[in-house]
């Protein structure tokens, strides 16, 4: 199993970026997908989820409205798009798989509930 992100950098406050996550080595389709991200010195927090279809997502209150979840069954591939960051958004942003149930119904936000993880992409918020 493969999690590779890319599409981090450094933007200003308000600025866009588009996190891109391609998956391999498993039936992509049939798990939840979701994102992290870690700051420096903080734990781990769960930022957005996606269902194995796609018709459900789920995002932590201080991003709502900001950042959008989407994933590409055919293409192996889930995106974060995130809108209006801030210098709060900064972080190493972690795309994982939760692969223990397939179409599971529901999704998950914390992290002991996902098994596989990339290696992250560094977004830095900064004027």
């Known amino acids: 199993v493969q999690l590779v992100e890319s599409g981090g950098g450094l933007v200003q406050p308000g600025g866009s970026l588009r996190l891109s996550c391609a998956a391999s080595?498993?039936?992509?389709?049939?798990?939840?997908m979701g994102w992290f991200r870690q700051a420096l010195g903080k734990e781990r927090e769960f930022v957005a989820a996606?269902?194995?279809?796609?018709?459900?997502?789920y995002y932590a209150d201080s991003v709502k409205g900001r950042f959008t979840i989407s994933r590409d069954n055919a293409k192996n591939t889930v995106i974060l798009e995130m809108n209006g960051l801030k210098p709060e958004d900064t972080a190493v942003y972690y795309c994982?798989?939760?692969?223990?149930?397939?179409?599971?119904?529901?999704?998950?936000?914390?992290?002991?509930?996902?098994?596989?993880w990339g290696q992250g992409t560094q977004v830095t918020v900064s004027s």
């Open positions: 080595g498993f039936h992509f389709s049939a798990y939840v």
């Open positions: 996606i269902s194995w279809g796609g018709g459900n997502t």
């Open positions: 994982a798989a939760d692969s223990r149930v397939a179409f599971r119904p529901n999704i998950a936000t914390i992290d002991e509930e996902y098994d596989y």
